[in-house]
């Protein structure tokens, strides 16, 4: 694999986020949806509409906007729990409320093939291994934890019947069977100590990238049924990746968000959103079941 596979690389516009997370490529309106967690916005950006960029303001800290089977209406991941969100009126609807206490925050999220929400944990200080998963799907009371005694999970795609997944502080892939996590069907491998594995993206043939949190730069790895399996890092003009999703009109575009949160010298790009084009083709993202 060459690094020249990400090529033409943008910088996307003059915001830059504190803590930049979960990107999402809305197929129906041509535009890209991600979150600013730490000043509790949700960003939207239409390529195709003279790059137009809009910033919505939340009352409440949230860690994902994802994709419902209603057009316009999101499904945020919250610290006061699961919320419906009508874009056009930017107002909320509770779902089910927060399953923990006050010492975890919500941090990965992705709508898993069957229509529910997955979504993590972690204590707010990043400190303590006291987050875990949980699923959600419409016409439950709350949502179900599938897994505990996780540090900060991240990275939350599905491929060839599996769920994957990593414990950034762990340092460790796990994989487990697509429509569950339990722990006797876990299988896991180590990652290097000095690795932080945030958020990644996933193409239609298994090649993961992921964000390397405080590397600047992306991994790649082919997903298999037996381990992943390392193939090679593209360097990046951000000092902390967080994550990146496939978009654009034959998802080939990757866009890839960042953060400047914790840095002493930011430089002028950390916090930016990037979009890069490939030669690979991502999956389109799942509609939450409302």
Not at 103 to 108: G, K, L, M
Not at 172 to 195: E, G, M
Not at 232 to 238: E, H, I
Not at 259 to 277: F, I, K, N
């Amino acid at each position: 694999m060459k690094t020249s596979v990400l090529h033409n690389v943008s910088v996307i516009g003059d915001y830059r986020a504190e803590l930049g997370e979960t990107p999402v490529w809305c197929f129906r309106s041509q535009s890209l949806i991600w979150v600013d967690i730490v000043q509790r916005r949700i960003l939207r950006y239409w390529p195709y509409q003279e790059d137009r960029f809009e910033i919505h303001t939340l009352p409440f800290t949230c860690s994902a906007a994802l994709l419902t089977d209603r057009p316009e209406h999101f499904l945020l991941v919250t610290g006061e729990g699961l919320k419906r969100y009508d874009y056009a009126s930017a107002t909320h609807y509770p779902l089910c409320g927060w399953p923990e206490t006050a010492a975890t925050r919500p941090n990965e999220a992705a709508v898993a093939p069957d229509g529910s929400v997955w979504f993590s944990t972690m204590d707010v200080t990043a400190a303590r291994a006291i987050g875990g998963w949980y699923r959600f799907a419409t016409g439950d009371a709350q949502p179900v934890k599938m897994l505990g005694d996780q540090h900060v999970p991240n990275t939350l795609v599905w491929h060839g019947g599996h769920a994957w997944f990593i414990d950034t502080f762990a340092h460790c892939f796990y994989q487990s069977p697509a429509s569950l996590i339990t722990k006797p069907t876990l299988r896991t491998w180590p990652l290097p100590d000095d690795v932080f594995a945030d958020g990644s993206a996933v193409t239609r043939t298994g090649l993961l990238l992921n964000a390397r949190w405080g590397g600047a730069c992306l991994a790649a790895y082919q997903l298999n049924d037996y381990a992943p399996q390392f193939l090679t890092t593209f360097p990046l003009p951000v000092m902390q990746p967080s994550s990146c999703a496939f978009g654009g009109r034959n998802f080939q575009d990757l866009y890839i968000t960042s953060a400047r949160d914790g840095l002493r010298t930011p430089s002028a790009t950390d916090g930016a959103l990037l979009r890069y084009e490939t030669p690979y083709t991502g999956q389109r993202a799942s509609l939450f079941t409302l």
